[in-house]
């Protein structure tokens, strides 16, 4: 079965561009959560999308967005990079059915470094 | 305030030795409790997880976790590390409805020695 995959695993953008990453779930997940990870902030949640609808959003500003597809595939999308953008973008699917465990699985992530 | 502590940032052990990883919660709700463990450069792989019944979870890799609710503990413990366990760690809550995110702690980086 596959896991979760995520393209590109290594971007390098300037300040001021703007970056989108996808990420596909396990087949038959239809949850996706993006995660941002750096050194100083840990993992921090960014938003989850269950069947194309964002459910939950978390602490960032409106540069960072997403959606989700009807196959469940998700892009995460910022906009006026800035240099603390740099960090790992994790992806994680989970749940067949909503209500079901919460249970993340994540992908290997999207290194981002801006320059 | 929902949160998870790792008290210790970084831990050396000698291979062969036991390793004991400490995480403590504040949660309002009954939580479901997660170990993750993350090798350089790779995405977070789960390691064991606690939802109820038996607070002792075995996990993958010869890993186990105690739950602990009077001590808002989850502590990861093996009885014999290996060099390749050299990772880092990370104790994460959450609730029990699917897709709702996990609260991480920072994490603890373990090194095994020779």
């Known amino acids: 079965k596959a896991g979760v995959t995520q393209t590109p695993r290594y971007l390098i953008k300037t300040r001021g561009q703007q970056v989108t990453l996808s990420c596909s779930p396990i087949?038959?997940?239809?949850?996706v959560s993006w995660y941002q990870q750096t050194p100083g902030q840990g993992l921090q949640f960014l938003f989850e999308y269950f069947s194309e609808t964002q459910r939950n959003k978390g602490n960032f500003p409106g540069r960072f967005s997403g959606r989700q597809f009807s196959n469940s595939r998700s892009e995460m999308n910022v906009s006026t990079l800035e240099l603390g953008d740099s960090a790992l973008y994790l992806c994680a699917s989970s749940g067949k059915l909503a209500g079901e465990n919460n249970e993340q699985f994540f992908g290997p992530g999207t290194r981002l470094t801006v320059l | 305030a929902q949160s998870v502590t790792q008290p210790d940032i970084h831990i050396t052990v000698s291979e062969g030795a036991s390793l004991e990883l400490r995480c403590n919660y504040s949660y309002g709700a009954t939580p479901y409790l997660f170990w993750y463990v993350q090798s350089p450069g790779q995405g977070l792989q789960l390691l064991l997880k606690?939802?109820?019944?038996?607070?002792l979870v075995q996990g993958i890799k010869g890993f186990e976790a105690e739950f602990k609710r009077s001590q808002s503990s989850f502590n990861l413990r093996k009885p014999s590390v290996h060099w390749s366990d050299a990772a880092e760690y990370f104790c994460a809550v959450g609730p029990h409805q699917a897709g709702t995110a996990l609260i991480f702690g920072k994490g603890t980086t373990l090194s095994v020695s020779s």
């Open positions: 087949s038959g997940h239809r949850s």
């Open positions: 606690y939802f109820s019944g038996d607070t």
